[in-house]
């Protein structure tokens, strides 16, 4: 049986300099005249970045984080009923279907992502009118995208990498080159053979970057970076346990970002404006993903999602990042007749932040558990003490890896980052408030930690295994 693999390369109508970002791609040409100059190139580049906006912030995808781990639970119906949304059945109660899951399309559509960097590795270095220099950042933001976006996948379809003493376990399928019609059969790698590919494409892409970004529009923020690469090589490392990289990543990027924290009167409007190190603009039409996720309008127009009162109690009155939640009452129907109960939205997408990736907080994060499994616990209680001050509260005076998880915890929600975090240090999920699920409490080591990978895609390909427990 043939694989069916789609080749979409995004030609974007005529625009100027500013509107070259925030245009869709409308057009399909054939590859060969698209990636035959630096400008068809650059489309395809630009089309790239289009398609992970638009696929990393899909609703299923974006809420897993926060949804699966407690962080979150759901508002009520306009009728005060309160359900779980249509879109992220399968994977809230830990039972995704392999034949209509609710990731389906984000995994079709990374692999159409990555399948399109790849054919824009295979050309550049073909192009008779780019200097060694655009041809260099061309590569450097390819070999980026392409490491973000199987990293993302493992995420998702894959146990954490000490799932098994030697990461002998399944990895992801990771493409190098473009897939050719009827002939390739990707199979997946282990979890070991999968983090040596990221390593490899991420290194690659640090050392490929230029002052200047492939696209002459936008923002350095808008686009893969030397910061961002730095960051993503770091959040690899941390993945893999391997500390001592996770630590020089990170301090690298921090030391060599040009950002500086959100400071404390920031917080509570601007909280990740002038800390952003990666961050897909926005379209024409001011599509915000993350705000079309999570608004609140009215209470006709609102997000599906809610903080639990497990996350908010954590908050102290003091903490000013209380001051991103949103609290509107709420008709919901109750065993004894409905109430007005409160609600808690968040506010982190209605300013100026609209799809945000990676920003600095991130960073010192992931140095501080670097440092404490190096045995820096200086280091650690240091950069979890500089997030808390600038939240307005006081320093710790001793930190363990439960404890920066829950100060982690309070600093990302609405981000897409509490279950990773669970799972690749083996804890159990506690899903108290607000969970409707039938397994709200699932322990590790769990086989629904992953989701399944999509039946359509095993049908055409006999030897792509599935996940176990599916």
């Known amino acids: 049986m043939k694989k069916i693999v789609l080749l979409s390369i995004y030609l974007l109508s005529t625009m100027s300099c500013s509107d070259f970002l925030v245009q869709e791609p409308v057009e399909a040409i054939s590859i060969k005249d698209q990636l035959s100059n630096k400008q068809g190139i650059l489309e395809s580049l630009n089309g790239a970045y ?8 899909k609703e299923a995808v974006f809420t897993y984080g926060d949804l699966l781990s407690g ?5 009520p119906r306009t009728s005060g009923a309160v359900t779980v949304a249509t879109s992220v059945d399968g994977i809230y109660h830990f039972d995704d279907l392999k034949t209509s899951s609710d990731l389906e399309s984000f995994y079709s559509d990374s692999y159409q992502i990555i399948n399109n960097v790849n054919l824009i590795l295979q050309y550049a270095d073909q192009l008779p009118d780019a200097t060694a220099s655009e041809i260099s950042e061309i590569k450097a933001e390819a070999l980026s ?3 973000f976006v199987h990293f993302q996948l493992y995420k998702y379809y894959a146990q954490n990498y000490t799932y098994t003493s030697d990461a002998s376990h399944l990895g992801i399928a990771y493409n190098t080159a473009p ?3 009827g002939i390739d059969y990707p199979v997946r790698k282990t979890s070991a053979e999968t983090f040596a590919l990221l390593e490899n494409d991420i ?13 002459p529009a936008g923002v350095k923020k808008n686009f893969m970076n030397a910061t961002a690469a730095k960051t993503l090589a770091a959040e690899i490392a941390l993945w893999k346990n391997d500390w001592q990289k996770a630590y020089d990543y990170s301090t690298d990027a921090i030391n060599g970002s040009g950002l500086s924290l959100t400071s404390a009167g920031e917080v509570a409007g601007n909280w990740a404006f002038s800390e952003s190190i990666f961050e897909i603009a926005n379209t024409s039409t001011n599509e915000f993903p993350a705000y079309a996720v999570y608004s609140y309008k ?17 908050y102290a009155a003091s903490d000013n990042r209380r001051s991103l939640f949103e609290t509107q009452n709420i008709k919901t129907n109750l065993t004894t007749g409905s109430s007005n109960l409160p609600y808690r939205f968040t506010k982190k997408y209605k300013g100026t932040t609209t799809s945000l990736i990676y920003r600095l907080s991130l960073l010192y994060f992931i140095r501080a558990e670097a440092a ?33 998880l829950e100060e982690k915890r309070k600093e990302f929600p ?13 804890k159990n999920i506690v899903r108290n408030n607000g969970c409707i699920s039938t397994n709200c409490s699932p322990t590790y080591p769990n086989n629904k930690f992953v989701v399944p990978i999509p039946q359509a895609t095993i049908n055409v390909n006999t030897g792509m295994q599935q996940n176990e427990g599916y």
């Open 71 to 75: 962080n979150l639970k759901f508002s």
């Open 50 to 57: 289009y398609q992970l906006r638009s696929n990393y912030f």
């Open 414 to 426: 609405f981000e897409n980052q509490y279950f990773f975090d669970l799972m690749r240090n083996h």
């Open 145 to 147: 995208l392409r490491a």
């Open 203 to 215: 290194a690659q892409a640090i050392a490929y970057f230029q002052p200047n970004h492939a696209i």
């Open 372 to 404: 404490l499994h190096l045995g820096n616990s200086a280091q650690a209680l240091s950069d979890v003490n500089t997030i808390r001050n600038r939240a307005g509260l006081g320093s710790l005076s001793a930190i363990t890896l439960d404890v920066l």
């Open 179 to 181: 897939l050719k019609v």
């Open 298 to 314: 009215s209470d006709a127009q609102r997000s599906n999602y809610v903080a639990t009162d497990d996350l908010y109690n954590l």
